[in-house]
């Protein structure tokens, strides 16, 4: 099956530094979807942006769904512990509306 | 909120034995489906299902099937463990009009010796 291209695969940062990550891809999406799981949990939803070049924000998270609709960005601004775990980013394909997902993005904060 | 449970955290079994994974929600969802989560990998869908009795492919079903009897309750069924299916095993759910919004649950770590 199809996948997003998810970089970085990890990120090892100071407390209190921003962070980014993205998802791109050769196909076109209607709607992209940026999901969070915590250590032995399933993944929940942070975001969901379903117009090109929208911006959305959701506390300290800001996602944005790019104008080509071919790739979306996730930005943390002054990370803290609990941001810890793995970001996924899930595009619902504009042709058949299949959900298709990244590989992660393993955030891990040094002490 | 939003509840999808999983029957089990962990399993552990032997290669050959047929396995049943659980998945219940309790929020008259439509569609229900099964990831599995392997490291680099991400999730891939195994199945998915839209309604009672309906169930669809997704991009990994070889060695696996699936259930639902009820609106609430997915079942993934393993006919004849291999190695190759030690995972993390994800159910998750959504409305028929938002497909894209999932609620997962927590997940079965399974490992077949």
């Known amino acids: 099956g199809q996948q997003l291209n998810q970089s970085p695969q990890s990120m090892f940062i100071q407390e209190g530094e921003d962070v980014s990550m993205n998802c791109t891809s050769s196909?076109?999406?209607?709607?992209w979807l940026w999901y969070k799981q915590d250590p032995g949990e399933g993944p929940v939803l942070l975001i969901a942006l379903y117009k090109a070049g929208e911006l959305t924000s959701n506390g300290r998270l800001t996602a944005q769904f790019g104008i080509t609709r071919k790739d979306s960005f996730l930005n943390i601004s002054a990370s803290i512990p609990s941001d810890v775990g793995i970001y996924f980013c899930?595009?619902?394909?504009?042709?058949?509306?299949?959900?298709?997902w990244g590989a992660g993005t393993k955030l891990i904060i040094k002490p | 909120d939003v509840k999808v449970t999983q029957s089990s955290r962990y399993l552990v079994k032997r290669t050959g034995e047929k396995v049943f994974l659980e998945c219940v929600q309790d929020?008259?969802?439509?569609?229900m489906f099964w990831y599995r989560q392997d490291p680099g990998l991400g999730l891939r869908l195994i199945y998915f299902?839209?309604?009672?009795?309906?169930?669809e492919k997704g991009d990994i079903p070889e060695g696996y099937s699936v259930s639902r009897e009820k609106k609430e309750r997915f079942s993934l069924i393993l006919e004849s463990a291999s190695t190759n299916q030690t995972s993390m095993y994800l159910c998750a759910s959504s409305f028929q009009g938002v497909g894209e919004k999932l609620f997962f649950g927590s997940g079965t770590q399974l490992s077949v010796l």
């Open positions: 196909s076109i999406f209607n709607t």
């Open positions: 299902s839209y309604d009672v009795k309906m169930k």
């Open positions: 899930a595009g619902q394909l504009y042709s058949n509306y299949q959900l298709i």
């Open positions: 929020m008259d969802h439509e569609n």
